[in-house]
Structure formats: structure tokens, C-alpha cells
């Protein structure tokens, strides 16, 4: 296309088409309301009472509606954020339910008293194994000892 023609066809697309709010309201699938909104933002061109630039305010829209700091997109991540979230938390609650997940507090409680079961069972060895160990040439029996001691089961599950 020249430059002759590229202005012609400019110039046609700068023509001013003044249209009413309904108007432009339904031409962009949008509220009077909404349209009223956008316009407090300079993103609707109004010409007078009531009356908008058509082409303008349909361009300022398109940028407006891609761009990262519209109200639409922040409130749609927002939408996906929450339902994410909603969703995360339904599959925690469900696994709570289902005993695949316990609270921390009873973790750390269960966990504490096998760590002291531990701590009593290793700090008595010395007292129980020196008679044992004294007499008790063979490291076979003491082997067997041993494993008969770490066989204590501490915790058991459901």
C-alpha cells in the first residue's frame, strides 16, 4: 500500500463517530455502568453528554482490556488465586479426614515420646549390658543382644 493510500485510509479511520452510551455499551459487550467507569479512568473518550467517540474509545479500550493493570485481569488472577487456594484447601481438609495428614502439634507430641522412649531405652544400655557384656566372650551373642533391643517397636500405626 503507498503512502498516498495509507493516509486516505488513516485519514477515514480518524473520522470522529459519535455514538451514545447504550450504544458503545453494546458494541463492546460492556454496561452503561461500566462504561461510565471506564470514562472517570480517560479510557472512554466522551464528546459531550451522554456522547463518545466511537473509534477512540473502542481503541483505548483494546489497550486498556491487554494491558497487566485493568480491573478485569486483576480481578480474573484473583478468581484463580482464590479457587487454587479453595481447592488446596479442600485436599488438605480431605486428607486430614482421612488420616493421611496429622496436625503438627501431634507429630511433635508422638514424635517427642519416641524420642524419649529412645533416649531411656540407650541410656539404660550401659547398666543392662555390663553384666551381659562382661561374661560374654562371643560378639555373635552380643550381636543377638543388640538386635533384640533394636526390635522394641516404638510406634505403631493404624
Not at 494491558?67 to 484463580?80: C, I, W
Request: charged fraction near 35%.
Amino acid at each position: 500500500m503507498g503512502n498516498k493510500a495509507k493516509k486516505r485510509f488513516r485519514g477515514e479511520i480518524d473520522k470522529q463517530i459519535v455514538v451514545s452510551r447504550a450504544e458503545l455499551a453494546q458494541t463492546l459487550n460492556l454496561t452503561e455502568t461500566r462504561i461510565s467507569q471506564l470514562n472517570t479512568r480517560n479510557i472512554m473518550v466522551k464528546v459531550a453528554k451522554g456522547k463518545y467517540d466511537l473509534l477512540k474509545s473502542v481503541r483505548n479500550y483494546m489497550e486498556y482490556r491487554d494491558s497487566d493493570d485493568n480491573d478485569e485481569n486483576n480481578l480474573t488472577e484473583a478468581r484463580r488465586l482464590k479457587i487454587e487456594l479453595d481447592t488446596k484447601i479442600a485436599e488438605i481438609e480431605y486428607k486430614k479426614k482421612i488420616g493421611e495428614i496429622i496436625p503438627r502439634e501431634d507429630a511433635a507430641r508422638e514424635w517427642g515420646a519416641v524420642v524419649r522412649k529412645i533416649r531411656a531405652k540407650l541410656l539404660s544400655l550401659p547398666v543392662k549390658l555390663a553384666p551381659e557384656i562382661e561374661l560374654i566372650q562371643n560378639k555373635k551373642e552380643i550381636r543377638e543382644i543388640l538386635s533384640e533391643l533394636a526390635g522394641t517397636e516404638f510406634y505403631k500405626g493404624n
